[in-house]
């Protein structure tokens, strides 16, 4: 009987690299392999094999690298007990992982209708797809101002943090990074969620620009219940969101229900 060929559903890669952000937050990097193409947004899935079982365990994770870059790039925040995160966390530089070589998503920035300012709106490891839209540098030639506003629990989770403020001064007036540190008192930044700081306008005045739909154009990635209040907030200032096929004025990715 002939046997049966099929391709392989995904590829074993090397983690080159870590870099250890925090405690809960990393970045690693793998090989790209030569196939595997992505438009800033995407996602990807990664996989360890199962603790207790011969299953792979899967998780989608967004994309940092810019798209020319010879590796793939992924910020995790470590989840104490999380099925995968935590199997993760034993991994050092040379231990292999498996990567789907499917990339999937729709957070990409050409679902937006052409906009005057773009805001790019985080928590946590949601800064990753921002930072892929950033190096790859599309949205720097087509925005005036880029709002990136990522807010985190302590200070040490501020990932990308220099890099950010080296391309602040290579785009100066253009780009305007603004971080938010909420639970670690007298740090000097911006201590408040970030809807609170749109709500009461104390956002819109620090950063001299204004949420208004008629030229913003809004990016939401993280926490579900950052994004659910950011999308009911946005909603009743007319902001539309992008539906399949239809560009808009907001966008979001939620990274778990
Ligand atoms: C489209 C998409 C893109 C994603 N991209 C990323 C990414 O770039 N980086 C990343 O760290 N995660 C990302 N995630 C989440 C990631 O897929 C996993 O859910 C996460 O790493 C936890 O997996 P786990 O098996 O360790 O935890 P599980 O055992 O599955 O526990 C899940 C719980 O952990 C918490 N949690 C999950 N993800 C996060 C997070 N990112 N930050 C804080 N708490 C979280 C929630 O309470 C959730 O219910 C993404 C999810 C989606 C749907
Ligand atoms: N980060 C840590 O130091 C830490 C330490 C131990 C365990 N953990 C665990 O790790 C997991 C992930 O924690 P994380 O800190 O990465 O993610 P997170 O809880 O989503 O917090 C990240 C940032 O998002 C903000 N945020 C949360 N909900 C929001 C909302 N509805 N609207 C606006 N902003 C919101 C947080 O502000 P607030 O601070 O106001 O919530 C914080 O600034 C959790 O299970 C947590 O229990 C985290």
């Known amino acids: 009987?002939?046997?049966l060929h099929t391709a392989p559903r995904?590829?074993?890669?090397?983690?080159?690299?870590?870099?250890r952000w925090a405690p809960n937050q990393w970045s690693l990097r793998i090989p790209r392999p030569d196939n595997f193409t992505f438009t800033p947004g995407h996602y990807a899935r990664?996989?360890?094999?199962?603790?207790?079982t011969?299953?792979?365990?899967?998780r989608p994770y967004s994309i940092v690298s810019a798209p020319d870059d010879k590796h793939l790039e992924f910020l995790?925040?470590?989840?104490p007990h999380g099925l995968f995160t935590s199997q993760l966390a034993t991994l050092e530089a040379g231990a292999n992982i498996l990567l789907d070589p499917g990339v999937m998503g729709f957070f990409v920035e050409s679902q937006l209708a052409p906009g005057r300012t773009l805001w790019m709106l985080s928590t946590g490891s949601g800064l990753g797809p921002y930072i892929s839209m950033l190096r790859?540098?599309?949205?720097l030639r087509?925005?005036?101002?880029?709002?990136?506003v990522h807010s985190v629990r302590t200070a040490a989770e501020l990932a990308y943090a220099n890099e950010l403020r080296a391309l602040e001064t290579r785009h100066p007036g253009v780009l305007h990074y603004v971080p938010v540190v909420t639970r670690e008192s007298g740090s000097g930044y911006l201590a408040r969620r970030i809807p609170t700081m749109i709500n009461d306008g104390s956002l819109e005045v620090l950063l001299a620009s204004s949420l208004d739909p008629a030229f913003a154009r809004v990016m939401v990635c993280g926490n579900p219940q950052f994004t659910g209040d950011m999308r009911a907030l946005l909603r009743d200032?007319?902001?539309?969101?992008?539906?399949?096929g239809l560009i808009g004025s907001m966008l979001f990715e939620n990274y778990w229900q």
Request: aromatic share 12%; proline share 4%; with cysteine.
């Open 76 to 79: 995790v925040t470590l989840i």
């Open 54 to 58: 011969s299953d792979i365990v899967w």
């Open 10 to 19: 995904w590829t074993t890669r090397t983690i080159d690299s870590w870099t």
């Open 136 to 139: 790859e540098g599309g949205v």
């Open 142 to 148: 087509r925005y005036e101002s880029i709002f990136v």
């Open 237 to 244: 200032r007319n902001f539309q969101p992008c539906r399949r």
């Open 1 to 3: 009987m002939e046997a």
């Open 46 to 52: 990664l996989g360890l094999p199962a603790h207790s």
